[in-house]
Structure formats: structure tokens, C-alpha cells
């Protein structure tokens, strides 16, 4: 498993996804189930597909659900981070992609 989360303000900018990694690895454990876990805590424009670390023979499953909301969009930037992330997505071509977005506009009295 790859995390992948936003730096954190500070000293230990990994320090969140780290310690998901060392969660999900403790209960892997528990069972007796092999696990690795690669830990990346960069702004999502910025990871590259070497940093995923992606085997050949691995069933690829990218899961990013309520997560790209916080990637700007065309309309702000022409260059825009969500379109560079989805190309990246794109070029590792995963066996399941799973993308959730909330739409609705927060001002208006119903969605």
C-alpha cells in the first residue's frame, strides 16, 4: 500500500501517514499477512510515478475519495494541479480507479 497525504505543518511533515502505515501494518501483523507500506507526503502535483513504486505484476487500485477538492482546478490555474494528478493516474493505469467528489453549492438553502 501506498499513502499518499499533504505534508504537515512542522518538523515531521510524514507524520500522519506515517503513522497509518505503522496501524495498518500492526494489524496486518496480527494475522500473520505479509504488508508493505510506502509512505509519501508531498504536495500531489509533485509525485512522480518512480515515488509510487509501482511492481509490474501488482493489481493497481487508486482510491481517492473527498481527497481532490483540495487540487485547483482549470479555472484558477491554467497549469492546474487536478489535471496534472489525473494525468498521473492516467499513466500508471490502474485495474480500478475509485474517485468520489462531493458536489453541492454550500450557500443555497438545498443541494
Known sequence: I?????????????????????????????????????????????IKI?????????????NCLYRSK???DETVVVESSRNIVLNLIRKINPDIFIHGIVNGAYSAPFF
Open 2 to 46: 501506498t499513502g499518499v497525504e499533504f505534508p504537515q505543518p512542522g518538523f515531521r511533515p510524514a507524520e500522519r501517514v506515517e503513522e497509518t502505515g505503522r496501524r495498518l501494518a500492526d494489524y496486518a501483523r496480527s494475522f500473520n499477512v505479509p504488508f508493505e507500506y510506502v509512505a509519501i507526503a508531498k504536495k500531489w502535483e509533485t
Open 50 to 62: 518512480e515515488d509510487l513504486k509501482i511492481d509490474k505484476d501488482e493489481f493497481l487500485v487508486v
Open 70 to 72: 483540495n487540487l485547483l
